[in-house]
C-alpha cells in the first residue's frame, strides 16, 4: 500500500494537477521537505507500516542491531545520497540531500519516542534521606534508593535516582542545594518510557 499511494500521488501532484512548487529556494524546500518527510516517515513506521523502500533496512537494523530507526534511516539513506551524488557529478545535491536527511531523521524519532518532556536525576550525597523526603513530599514524584559506595573514599551510601518532567528540575535542584551544596547532581533526557506515573512514551516494535 505505501508504494501504491508513494506512486499514485508523485504523478497526481507533479503529472496530472501540474502543481507549482511551494518554493524555487533550494534551502527552503530542503528544510521543509525534511520536516514533512520525517513526520511521514514517522508516522508509518509507529503503525509498523512501510514505504517499501531503505525504511525496511531501517527497521531490520533496528532489530538486530538496536539502532534508532532515525540513525538507520540515516545511515542508510547516507549512502544512497552519495552514490547518487556521484553518479549526477553534483556536489550541492549531495549537500543539500545531507540537510534535509539529518532533518527528518531527527523528526523519525521524535515522532516514534515523544519529544522529550522528562529528565532523570542522579543525586549523590550523604543526606540521601532528607532530600529524598523532600521530594517526596513537596515535589510529589517518586524517588528511588540505589545502594553506592563511594570508590576514592570507601563510605557506603545511597545515591537517589528520579525521573520527573522538565519543569520540576530546578526545585529539585534548589531542595539538593539547600540541604546538601556540595551533593552531585546530573540531569539527562528520558527518550523510552513507561511505567506507573508518567505518560507511555513508546510502542515495543515487537507488540
Avoid at 563511594?150 to 518532567?165: E, I, P
Amino acid at each position: 500500500w505505501g508504494i501504491i499511494w508513494i506512486s499514485l500521488f508523485s504523478d497526481l501532484f507533479d503529472v496530472i494537477l501540474k502543481l507549482p512548487p511551494a518554493t524555487d529556494d533550494h534551502l527552503l524546500a530542503t528544510v521543509y521537505g525534511g520536516v514533512l518527510l520525517g513526520v511521514g516517515l514517522g508516522v508509518i513506521m509507529k503503525g509498523r507500516g512501510t514505504t517499501g523502500g531503505s525504511d525496511i533496512i531501517a527497521r531490520i537494523l533496528n532489530k538486530y542491531f538496536h539502532t534508532s530507526l532515525g540513525t538507520s534511516f540515516m545511515l542508510i539513506d547516507t549512502v544512497i545520497i552519495v552514490v547518487m551524488g556521484i553518479a549526477f557529478a553534483d556536489v550541492d545535491l549531495i549537500l543539500f540531500c545531507l540537510i534535509s536527511l539529518a532533518i527528518s531523521s531527527k523528526i523519525v524519532d521524535m515522532v516514534m519516542e515523544g519529544i522529550t518532556s522528562e529528565r532523570a536525576l542522579t543525586i549523590i550525597s550523604e543526606k540521601w534521606e532528607i532530600i529524598a523526603k523532600r521530594i517526596i513530599e513537596e515535589v510529589k514524584r517518586g524517588v528511588t534508593g540505589l545502594d553506592s559506595t563511594g570508590m576514592y573514599t570507601d563510605v557506603r551510601k545511597k545515591t537517589l535516582y528520579c525521573v520527573v518532567v522538565t519543569r520540576q528540575i530546578e526545585e529539585i535542584r534548589r531542595i539538593v542545594k539547600q540541604e546538601d551544596p556540595r551533593a552531585f547532581v546530573t540531569v539527562s533526557n528520558v527518550s523510552i518510557l513507561q511505567g506507573e506515573g508518567f505518560r507511555e512514551r513508546t510502542v515495543l516494535n515487537e507488540e
